[in-house]
């Protein structure tokens, strides 16, 4: 892969993170993560169904994996993931926690599928 991809790469996970910082804001004052995390669930599911999609449908493979390492790579987190099952599991939230987890798993793995499959 020469420079440019990277550079390409580069600028698309910058565009993904500033993305999800921006709808992180947006879902986070509706219902604020202590209560339920409900911004990296949707940023997630979004990302899956957008990964899924330019995995399956875009022609051009230089531009896919700029899009989906690039741009889908800096949207998704499973940092943030992490961090708030952590922060749940703290304050003994464990059926939120637990839906969280099947939540977040199976709706990722369905918009990656839906995104696979829309035409």
Known sequence: MDL?????????????????FWLSQIFSKAIPP????????IINTIGSFGFGYSFSHMQNPSFAIIVTTGIMGGFTTFSTF???NITLLEQKAYLRMISYILLSVGLGISAFLIGVRVH
């Open 34 to 41: 202590e209560r339920f995390p409900i911004a990296t669930l």
């Open 4 to 20: 440019l991809a990277w550079l390409f790469i580069a600028l698309g996970g910058g565009v993904g993170a500033c993305l999800r």
């Open 82 to 84: 992490a961090v708030e």
